[in-house]
């Protein structure tokens, strides 16, 4: 104890770039005043000084406090965000990490469409599926409820980075897995001990390149990139439904206000020949194109058309979310979010590829966990 008493009184004072060489004291000048008043500034003044800021101390100031057995007092630590929720960047290159600053690292769960749990009601619901194909219709019909829950689960990973993109030190490309579940539950029917009458699996690669091309009116288009999707409900006939797909993407926005997505696909042929969903093109669409309006950091609104509306044939989806809670977003919210959604048109789910229903939906969502 008296070595350390000894170093200390002897170690050169670590002071803030703040404060004047004359103002540094040690704790034993201050225990020294026989002023309680005085003893106590003097306290206070000597505990400022050990709240040194990174790169305050000197490298000589450093070396001789550790030659004296002191560790100097570390850095105060800086509460922050991870760079894919740094509102500071826009929406898009947070969501896809175009950017070195908004990079959360390889093979880190991230959030991907809404992991969402709603109510549901809807003006009809598909008690007898049908196909064009041979033996995909059902027999008979099940007494299924129109209100029911929905579930949707939905995450992806980034397991490449930099891939043609190596020079650049601000920009960086990426690829992608995914996996996107949507369930709906009978929750309602207890007459049938509450079923789920169908869910839809999508897992999905997709490739990303940063852009930085200006537009008009202050948009700038931020990313291009390709991907492939398989999309099955995991049932038997004659209830079997699946394609698969190749797309191209691309994404603009204008800062945090406002942005503006689109896909176009082409359908894959099945290996084997058969065909559960013959003309889904026609109901679905070759593409899809999402707007979102960020209101304020509490309320986004979201819609996506998906093919032609004009034939009547395609859909369009309507979402509202607002942010619930405290946590540890800018602005003091947390991830939850409640979620409202109306949709009209086809392919709601594989099973209903081909009928047209209208839905009408309040639940809660988690996003950009």
Request: some cysteine; glycine content about 10%.
């Amino acid at each position: 104890m008296l070595a350390l008493a000894t170093g200390l009184c002897t170690a050169p004072a670590v002071q803030a770039q703040t404060q004047p060489a004359s103002t540094s004291v040690g704790w034993q000048a201050c225990a020294a005043n026989p002023d309680t008043a005085a003893r106590l500034t003097c306290f206070d003044q000597w505990a400022q000084q050990q709240q040194v800021q990174p790169g305050v101390v000197s490298p000589a100031g450093a070396a001789a406090s550790v030659a004296q057995g002191i560790t100097p007092p570390a850095a105060p630590i800086i509460a922050g965000v991870n760079g894919c929720q740094d509102t500071q960047y826009s929406p898009l290159s947070r969501f896809w990490e175009l950017q070195d600053a908004t990079d959360c690292g390889t093979f880190e769960l991230r959030g991907y469409r809404p992991i969402s749990l709603a109510v549901a009601a809807s003006d009809g619901v598909n008690r007898q599926p049908s196909s064009d194909a041979p033996d995909h219709t059902a027999p008979t019909a099940v007494d299924y409820q129109k209100n029911e829950a929905r579930i949707q689960l939905s995450a992806r990973v980034k397991v490449a980075k930099n891939i043609l993109v190596r020079d650049d030190a601000a920009r960086s490309d990426s690829l992608w897995v995914g996996f996107s579940q949507q369930s709906y539950w009978q929750f309602f029917n207890g007459t049938l001990s509450r079923p789920f009458r169908t869910t839809d699996y999508e897992p999905e690669a997709m490739y990303v390149y940063p852009l930085d091309l200006g537009l008009p009116g202050g948009m700038k288009v931020r990313y291009g990139g390709l991907g492939i999707s398989h999309q099955s409900n995991g049932r038997e006939l004659p209830l079997s439904r699946s394609w698969n797909r190749v797309y191209a993407m691309a994404g603009m926005d204008l800062d945090n206000k406002f942005s503006l997505e689109g896909r176009i696909w082409q359908r894959l042929n099945n290996e084997s020949g058969g065909d559960d969903n013959p003309g889904i093109e026609d109901y679905i669409g070759h593409g899809e194109l999402k707007a979102t309006w960020y209101a304020d950091v509490k309320n986004t609104f979201s819609g996506t058309v998906r093919g032609l509306l004009f034939e009547d044939k395609g859909s369009l989806r309507l979402e509202y979310f607002r942010a619930l809670g405290k946590g540890n977003r800018p602005g003091g919210l947390n991830d939850l979010r409640l979620h409202v959604q109306a949709f009209s048109g086809y392919g709601d789910s594989l099973l209903d590829y081909n009928r047209k229903r209208n839905v009408v939906s309040i639940g809660l969502a988690l996003v950009d966990w």
